[in-house]
């Protein structure tokens, strides 16, 4: 038996928007401790790692781990159907699971939806992502980071990022000219979801698809905060922390043709 | 436009960092993130046996560590069932009373090894192991290199020869190459006390098979299932018959063949419906190759006596 509640739905809603974007196809893998995702994306430049940790659902059970196959975009469809005041609750089977059940209720009005998701099979082997330490570590406001990826993208479709220790600096190059977007860190103690900070072991100096960048800031309304990490010739994480957990985003960086 | 270019271009660290973007490729992720390609056997165990007990596990140790990965994660809830766990008790009494069983243990899932979910395209169900001594190798109707094919078998030649005219009937009975291709062979009871037919019917393999049917019945599209004789015929009434193509006919035995198996055709039938449904169609003709194909093996298991 699988039963999870959440009594904030629409984070449910902007969560799956985050991830569908970038995977088709993905097992949701169900254990005691919660649900995780993991997936590339089909060119095998990105990859999302999303982990709910139990305790952010009320109630929260899984007698035994177990996967979910899921078509994103065919849940997305279903949980257009949830309102945002709603409360979730996803329920399966987990001995046969060949169906999710999702229960909707909005407490307010006493209407209760009911859906079920056939599942599908999909064949995923668990990728293992290297720990690293960061070269660089960047906090920032998620909105600022989007308004960056969002303004670079009309001069270039990739973007430099360098990091040093009092400046992060994004830079376009294009066929109309160029721009760069330079920001210092701050922090504001009445306002900590405005601050930025920067941790620094070495500068770096990094080259990024800005489409897929603009991809994963669909975790903006997630969190105020968004961070990046950074390291010379690594990939790229993006990371949005939640109250109930997270979602990583991996990006692999360009590199010099030589 | 082309003047202010010049400009930047003299600044050389300008001109390099231009010529590093122009140049840069998108790098694959890959290169960093490791996709095991084939996952260590006994992590694929231990994620499986998390929360059995080692009573369980001892006793599903044929199941653990011969059957198909695949397999394995498709049916690590069935084999904990109740009925499976009193079939591979009853099975252990048999061989505490020295009952000489076949297949050999380690051949008892060697169809999941040849041929796991992901591949299967075709499904012939078979009804016992042959039950002579060297003959059941875990693949219906099919027997090893050095074991003469029995007369069922040599009815299927030769209806595939009456139905496809190119196809060359081997001298053996060896199916492990159509296995290979994605023809699963799968009998219905898995294991049978030596010359005693049927005897480990009703004891729990028939549920356990109906749930590997049921498992490609509903997670697959497009595979093609060959009934032949009213057992595997009545076994295969679930499936879904607008997803799948259920092709029947009388058994191939002598008693029966001329009744019709001898020109059901089915194998010219399978391709087409293979080919119609974008799959590549079934090499029939490839058993004439590659004679002496040994029984993969899980690497960590060599020999009988581990399991025993």
Not at chain 2, 183 to 193: E, H, M, P, Q, Y
């Amino acid at each position: 038996m699988f039963e999870a509640r959440l009594t904030q739905g629409a984070l449910l809603k902007r969560l799956l928007d985050s991830v569908k974007e970038l995977v088709t196809d993905a097992n949701f893998d169900c254990s005691e401790t919660g649900i995780s995702l993991q997936a590339m994306d089909n060119s095998h430049v990105a990859l999302v790692s999303l982990s709910l940790r139990a305790e952010g659902f009320n109630p929260y059970r899984c007698d035994r781990g177990f996967s979910l196959g899921v078509n994103l975009n065919s849940l997305n469809k279903i949980m257009k159907c949830a309102g945002n005041e709603d409360v979730i609750t996803l329920k399966a089977d987990d001995s046969s699971a060949d169906s999710l059940c999702l229960l909707f209720e909005n407490s307010s009005n006493e209407r209760v939806s009911e859906y079920e998701l056939k599942l599908m099979d999909i064949d995923q082997e668990h990728l293992s992502i290297p720990e690293t330490d960061y070269d660089a570590t960047v906090m920032m406001p998620s909105a600022e980071f989007q308004r960056i990826c969002r303004d670079l993208m009309v001069v270039s479709e990739s973007v430099t990022i360098d990091v040093s220790k009092d400046e992060i600096k994004f830079t376009a190059e294009g066929e109309l000219g160029t721009g760069n977007v330079k920001l210092k860190p701050t922090s504001t103690i009445d306002k900590p979801e405005e601050s930025i900070t920067i941790e620094l072991g070495q500068t770096v100096s990094l080259q990024f698809s800005l489409k897929y960048l603009s991809n994963f800031t669909r975790g903006t309304p997630l969190s105020d905060q968004v961070m990046l990490c950074l390291s010379d010739n690594m990939p790229l994480l993006v990371e949005y922390k939640m109250d109930i957990g997270y979602i990583r985003y991996y990006l692999a960086p360009k590199v010099g043709d030589e | 436009m082309s003047k202010r270019k010049d400009v930047h271009d003299d600044s050389s660290q300008d001109s390099n960092k231009k010529q590093k973007i122009t140049s840069s490729k998108q790098a694959f992720l890959t290169s960093w993130i490791k996709q095991p390609s084939q996952p260590s056997s006994e992590n694929v165990i231990t994620k499986f046996t998390g929360k059995m007990n080692e009573e369980m596990k001892k006793l599903l140790q044929i199941e653990l560590e011969t059957m198909d990965n695949e397999w394995l994660k498709a049916l690590v809830n069935e084999i904990q069932k109740p009925y499976f766990v009193e079939l591979k008790k009853f099975l252990a009494t048999e061989k505490s009373n020295n009952k000489k069983l076949f297949p050999p243990d380690l051949q008892i899932y060697s169809w999941s090894r040849y041929t796991p979910p992901s591949i299967v395209k075709v499904v012939i169900l078979g009804q016992d192991p042959y039950h002579n001594d060297r003959q059941a190798h875990g693949l219906c109707f099919s027997v090893p290199h050095n074991v003469p094919p029995p007369p069922s078998l040599l009815n299927i030649y030769k209806g595939l020869k009456n139905d496809i005219s190119t196809f060359q009937v081997p001298k053996h009975g060896c199916l492990v190459n159509w296995a290979k291709s994605g023809v699963l062979l799968l009998n219905t009871s898995l294991t049978v006390r030596a010359h005693e037919p049927a005897s480990h019917s009703g004891k729990g393999w028939e549920k356990f098979t109906d749930a590997v049917i049921q498992y490609l019945n509903e997670r697959k599209s497009g595979l093609v299932f060959m009934l032949w004789g009213s057992h595997a015929i009545k076994k295969g009434k679930a499936i879904n018959k607008t997803k799948h193509l259920v092709l029947e006919a009388v058994h191939p035995s002598p008693l029966s063949a001329h009744h019709g198996f001898l020109d059901c055709h089915h194998w010219s039938k399978a391709n087409k419906y293979l080919k119609d449904h974008g799959k590549e169609e079934i090499e029939w003709n490839c058993l004439v190759e590659n004679k002496n194909v040994p029984i993969p093996s899980n690497s960590d298991l060599s020999n009988n006596e581990k399991i025993d």
